[in-house]
């Protein structure tokens, strides 16, 4: 497990800055809710004025914004959207980062096979990606109940762990990615506009109203309107995350057995 | 008994040049020399090895296992140096020592610190403030902690300066007295010279040669320039075993094979201004000497 605990220490630092930014976004946001909770109607009345297309967009559901999970639904696809870019950057860093820093040489002539590397290295993205909701959840519960002492726990988790379901996905898209293409020069640069790109699909499916658009963005698969209105996930949409998520790692560890680590 | 075995190994590449049919052995205890120029396929072979890339068509074994079905079992025992070396940039040296010790199941702490002292390398800097010649340093202290019993050297001494290739030297055939096998691939003539018993030469992804070093050195060409008058040129290219006469700017340079006291003899007779006897690069035998082989 030495590649394991290497990767959790490599990786600390990184994964405090992001779970922490992930949490105080999400709460600073909820803050807002005690602040404007007064003037809730008149904030509804502005966002219908909005054009459809645009209240689509911003993926606004009416009805809801007057608790405090409705309201932080409303923020809660962009932290998705950050928990993905961090999620993406952990999958492809994972043998991505070992080709293109050239470290691959050093680690795979060790006595290590590279099925064990790779599990340990995915079970270290897994692990941080638990304990980024972790702290993630610790941090905004309190918060939640702070703006409204009589809100809805279950909800608010059961939205919240959707950034989880999104992370590992994107994560083993990332993981598959980083595994296949010969060397990844710089992680971020393949992590945000992937990332930006799926929800930039999401969001113009949602403007102009094609449903079908949803199955190819991650982002779309756990919709928090229908989570708020009927309290459960879509099946359907959740084992798609689920084959899809399998899948990608499955085909990681293929790829990784059979690829060839060229000099330079 | 051999620790190496190396049968028709083939690597196809789209369009770049891998390796073909590339077969040879080494025997244990051996310091065995890979020598050609670059892009030959020297790394392609040793890469093979390691298991780092897969071949097309061949086998190779290490220890009598076959590389590719037991790389990790292979690898306890192997001590490998890349020619380019990259680590963890924000670890400390002693950090990824012992995360490369990490791997073997042995204390190195005592071998890390014995060696860090010999190869004058400061354990507590970090891997991206060390220049090249130190994260070289890096590389060969994480190829030797484990005392592998066959140390694979893919261009060991770029970038180290000469005190410190000549103390590395010194390491190598101590570890070779204890009985470690060395394989070391170089484009560098004189440092397989100085090491090795017995060399392949591969060129352009062909293994064309394999002999021992002291028949090399007999074969071998020397590069003869002879600052002088024009008259002695006739002489010269009298003497037996003078190839590739030419004069320029002044000098006469010719390549010479065979007895040098004949050289010597015929100068004696001459007043020459000055006067230069080089060993040929590898680069200008593979030109000279192999090219009808070619």
Redesign the interface.
């Given at each position: 497990m030495n590649v394991f605990a290497h990767e959790i220490r490599s990786g600390a630092r990184s994964l405090a800055t992001w779970s922490l930014s992930l949490a105080g976004f999400a709460s600073l946001y909820m803050l807002l809710y005690g602040a404007i909770r007064n003037d809730i109607q008149v904030f509804e009345d502005v966002l219908k004025q909005l054009p459809p297309a645009a209240q689509a967009a911003l993926g606004v559901v009416f009805g809801t914004l007057d608790t405090v999970t409705g309201f932080y639904s409303f923020v809660f696809a962009y932290i998705v959207l950050c928990g993905a870019i961090q999620a993406v950057n952990l999958g492809v860093a994972a043998i991505g980062r070992e080709t293109g820093g050239k470290t691959a040489d050093f680690l795979l002539s060790k006595p290590v096979g590279r099925t064990s590397i790779l599990a340990q290295k995915a079970l270290a993205i897994l692990v941080q990606l638990v304990l980024t909701n972790a702290v993630y959840l610790a941090v905004t519960i309190p918060v939640a109940l702070s703006q409204q002492s009589d809100a809805d726990l279950g909800q608010f988790a059961l939205l919240s762990a959707t950034l989880f379901f999104v992370q590992v996905v994107f994560a083993a898209l990332g993981l598959l990615f980083g595994t296949v293409v010969e060397k990844v020069k710089s992680v971020v640069a393949v992590s945000l506009p992937a990332v930006f790109g799926f929800f930039v699909v999401g969001m113009l499916g949602a403007i102009i109203g094609e449903d079908k658009i949803r199955y190819v963005t991650p982002f779309k698969w756990f919709d928090a309107a229908y989570i708020l209105k009927n309290g459960t996930y879509e099946t359907g949409f959740a084992i798609l995350a689920a084959c899809v998520a399998v899948v990608a790692v499955a085909a990681s560890f293929l790829a990784f057995a059979r690829k060839d680590i060229h000099a330079q | 008994m051999n620790v190496i075995e190396i049968r028709n190994l083939t690597k196809s590449y789209g369009k770049a040049r891998g390796i073909i049919d590339v077969s040879f052995d080494v025997a244990e205890g051996e310091i065995f020399g890979f020598i050609g120029p670059n892009g030959a396929g020297k790394?392609t072979t040793i890469?093979t090895l390691?298991?780092?890339?897969?071949a097309t068509s061949g086998s190779a074994t290490v220890f009598g296992k076959d590389c590719r079905t037991h790389?990790?079992?292979?690898?306890?025992e192997?001590g490998?140096l890349?020619?380019?070396v990259?680590?963890?940039?924000?670890?400390k040296v002693l950090d990824l020592l012992k995360?490369?010790a990490?791997?073997?199941g042995k204390d190195c702490t005592k071998r890390i610190h014995e060696l860090a002292a010999y190869m004058d390398l400061d354990l507590k800097r970090r891997i991206d403030d060390l220049s090249f010649g130190n994260k070289k340093k890096v590389g060969i202290l994480?190829g030797l902690i484990h005392e592998p019993k066959l140390i694979i050297l893919d261009e060991p001494t770029s970038g180290l300066d000469p005190l410190m290739q000549q103390r590395f030297f010194e390491l190598l055939r101590q570890e070779n007295a204890k009985g470690a096998t060395i394989l070391l691939s170089s484009h560098v003539l004189d440092e397989v010279q100085r090491l090795c018993g017995r060399v392949a030469i591969i060129k352009e992804g062909r293994i064309i040669r394999i002999e021992s070093m002291s028949d090399l050195a007999r074969d071998h060409y020397k590069k003869v320039g002879v600052e002088v008058g024009p008259e002695a040129d006739a002489a010269f290219a009298a003497l037996e075993g003078v190839t590739n006469l030419e004069r320029k700017d002044g000098v006469v340079s010719f390549y010479y094979k065979g007895d040098i006291n004949a050289v010597v003899a015929h100068l004696a007779g001459l007043r020459i201004r000055n006067l230069w006897v080089e060993e040929p690069t590898l680069e200008e035998i593979f030109l000279h000497y192999y090219q009808k082989e070619g």
């Open positions: - | 790394s890469r390691l298991n780092l890339i897969h790389a990790p079992e292979i690898a306890r192997v490998y890349p020619s380019e990259s680590y963890y940039d924000r670890m995360y490369s990490s791997f073997y994480q």
